[in-house]
């Protein structure tokens, strides 16, 4: 018996056939087309994990679990999506309709979540019992598990990390607070870092690299800094001044026994782990006690979502 696990994105659908020791043994997406109609986005949703049981040469007789990563707000008692504005759903009875198109138990959980239950489950934090994950992408995104269970909070919205406040008089982010972590730690956050110094820095080396403002990307100013550029090294130095500030503050509320850091930008390695490493060893309050948190890389990259979702019966 199998289990299948969905991560459900803004472009695509992906489902994938998972072993009970967290092997992904087949694949299969499908576009998610927003906007349509959401029975058309929950049909070919079903539709992909179908697709993925035949790749594994298996029918839906050999699966016995079916668990989503969806994102925004998914309520575990009523089982619906509260809300997910990039899918169109609001209130939408996501859990009872795969249900009823799989003839499968269905659970589904916050994408950020899923995720991070697949580094607790096969990943970076396997083998622990509290850990913490934080993704670095167009937001800010993580969650946690503490003593064994998912941190949900009491309107299943627990866990939005990006959304702790490091400059209560910064920048305004997209949930209309001021200073979010996500509003200086995400990737959108970088690119808007570069933009103002390349436009500042008009003989960096930037310029080479993105000719256009519109072209930078997450890499532009980690680019530039490899080729000695002073104005791309600034950035990046302060970008991990950012990450830095968010992770003491997770290790003091959490006090994980490891904090893994995913995303795009998690692929730059040694350069961002380790002055994190060296900031949260220097200010995190508990720097003096005999146990640490391990701070690392996932590793389960883009099959954290699936494989944790594969396994949300399990938190």
């Known amino acids: 018996m199998v289990r299948i696990g969905i991560d459900i994105g803004g472009t695509f659908l992906k489902a994938g056939v998972v072993t009970e020791e967290g092997e992904i043994i087949a694949t299969a997406a499908r576009p998610t087309g927003f906007p349509r109609p959401v029975e058309e986005i929950i049909a070919d949703i079903a539709g992909a994990a179908t697709d993925a049981v035949a790749k594994a040469g298996l029918t839906l007789d050999d699966v016995?679990?079916?668990?989503?990563?969806?994102?925004?707000?998914?309520?575990?008692?009523?089982?619906?999506?509260?809300?997910?504005?990039?899918?169109?759903?609001?209130?939408?009875?996501?859990?009872?309709?795969?249900?009823?198109?799989?003839?499968?138990?269905?659970?589904?959980?916050?994408?950020?979540?899923?995720?991070v239950l697949g580094e607790w489950k096969a990943g970076a934090a396997k083998g622990t019992k509290d850990c913490v994950c934080i993704t670095l992408g167009t937001g800010v995104g993580g969650g946690v598990i503490a003593n064994g269970a998912m941190i949900r909070g009491v309107n299943s919205a627990g866990g939005e990390l990006g959304h702790t406040v490091i400059d209560a008089h910064?920048?305004?982010?997209?949930?209309?607070?001021?200073?979010?972590?996500?509003?200086?730690?995400?990737?959108?956050?970088?690119?808007?870092?570069?933009?103002?110094?390349?436009?500042?820095?008009?003989?960096?080396?930037?310029?080479?690299?993105?000719?256009?403002?519109?072209?930078?990307?997450?890499?532009?100013?980690?680019?530039?800094?490899?080729?000695?550029?002073?104005?791309?090294?600034?950035?990046?130095?302060?970008?991990?001044?950012?990450v830095g500030i968010g992770v003491v503050n997770m290790i003091n509320v959490f006090q994980p026994e490891v904090l893994c850091i995913g995303g795009a930008i998690s692929k730059e390695g040694d350069r961002l782990l380790v002055p994190v490493m060296e900031k949260a060893m220097c200010e995190h309050y508990s720097k003096y006690s005999e146990k640490q948190t391990r701070?690392?890389?996932?590793?389960?990259?883009?099959?954290?979502g699936i494989i944790g979702a594969a396994f949300l019966d399990q938190v």
């Open 170 to 242: 910064g920048i305004e982010c997209n949930c209309g607070r001021r200073g979010c972590w996500e509003a200086y730690a995400s990737v959108t956050a970088l690119i808007r870092q570069t933009q103002a110094a390349m436009q500042a820095h008009l003989e960096s080396a930037m310029w080479k690299l993105a000719p256009r403002l519109e072209d930078v990307s997450g890499r532009t100013a980690w680019d530039a800094m490899r080729e000695g550029d002073a104005a791309g090294k600034a950035v990046v130095d302060r970008y991990i001044e950012y």
């Open 64 to 115: 016995y679990f079916v668990g989503c990563g969806c994102p925004g707000t998914v309520n575990k008692q009523t089982r619906l999506i509260e809300y997910a504005g990039n899918l169109g759903f609001k209130q939408t009875p996501l859990v009872p309709e795969l249900e009823r198109l799989l003839g499968k138990p269905v659970e589904a959980e916050n994408d950020a979540n899923a995720a």
């Open 295 to 304: 701070i690392c890389r996932c590793e389960l990259g883009n099959d954290a």
